[in-house]
């Protein structure tokens, strides 16, 4: 069974800088790409940053230029670096993996789509 476990989220005034992290867990062999997503009340889930295995970034456009994804492999870790912060930064911030291969019942499993549990990001004016 895998895990990801995000933390990071504060409450942070306009033009302040966070760290989110996002670790996994569980007899991991190796992670594809991993990426962060945020939802704001009323709003649907939007992916805000990506990264493969290999380090290929991609962001969304309201996030680019102030948001930096990184990932460090050998932490199973994932981290969303966020810069001038704003207060639509506001959301519930999940990280995600695409496939794990991870140790289950004697065997290597693929496990897709893993999710988080969500870490909350709020921008005061």
């Known amino acids: 069974q895998v895990q990801l476990v995000e933390s990071g989220g504060d409450l942070v005034q306009a033009g302040g800088s966070l760290t989110l992290s996002c670790a996994a867990s569980g007899t991991i062999l190796e992670i594809n790409a991993m990426g962060w997503s945020r939802q704001a009340p009323g709003k649907q889930r939007e992916l805000v940053a990506a990264?493969?295995?290999?380090?290929?970034?991609n962001y969304a456009d309201s996030v680019k230029g102030r948001f930096t994804i990184t990932r460090d492999n050998a932490k199973k870790t994932v981290y969303l670096q966020m810069n001038s912060l704003k207060p639509e930064d506001t959301a519930v911030y999940y990280c995600?993996?695409?496939?794990?291969?991870?140790?289950?019942?004697?065997?290597?499993?693929?496990?897709?789509?893993?999710w988080g549990q969500g870490t909350q990001v709020t921008v005061s004016t």
């Open positions: 995600n993996a695409d496939k794990i291969v991870a140790w289950k019942g004697g065997n290597y499993r693929n496990f897709y789509d893993s």
């Open positions: 990264i493969t295995s290999g380090g290929i970034t």
